[in-house]
């Protein structure tokens, strides 16, 4: 069992930058895949980056690669994404989720956080 709770979205300006953290508490954590994923209005949610327990290994949408960056403090029970050079097709609410295998696929995922709205303006 994993709870996550996001926080860090907000209004940004294009070219900008935000930093999304995920506070997870739960027993399986120190097993857990986390991972980042968004939705924007009209779309579908998509797979946007995730890391293993060790933080050795992480994959990322083809449209975020060079941009975002996530990383994890397993000694604060937190997971990131560093989002850079942000344009507003990254409007989106971000949702945080856990895995136990390494995985871009949503049903993998079995726990999630409320989401975080991010807005990039123009």
């Known amino acids: 069992q994993v709870q996550l709770v996001e926080s860090g979205g907000g209004l940004v300006q294009a070219g900008g930058s935000l930093r999304l953290s995920c506070a997870a508490s739960?027993?399986?954590?120190?097993?857990?895949?986390l991972g980042w994923f968004r939705q924007a209005p009209g779309k579908e949610r998509e797979f946007v980056a995730a890391?293993?327990?060790?933080?050795?290994?992480?994959t990322y949408a083809d449209s975020v690669k060079g941009r975002f960056t996530i990383s994890r403090d397993n000694a604060k029970n937190t997971v990131y994404l560093q989002m850079n050079s942000l344009n507003p097709e990254d409007t989106a609410v971000y949702y945080c989720?856990?895995?136990?295998?390494?995985?871009?696929?949503?049903?993998?995922?079995?726990?999630w956080g409320q989401g975080t709205q991010v807005t990039v303006s123009s």
């Open positions: 989720a856990a895995a136990y295998v390494l995985s871009i696929v949503i049903d993998r995922y079995d726990y």
């Open positions: 739960g027993r399986t954590f120190s097993s857990s895949v």
């Open positions: 890391i293993t327990w060790s933080g050795k290994v992480t």
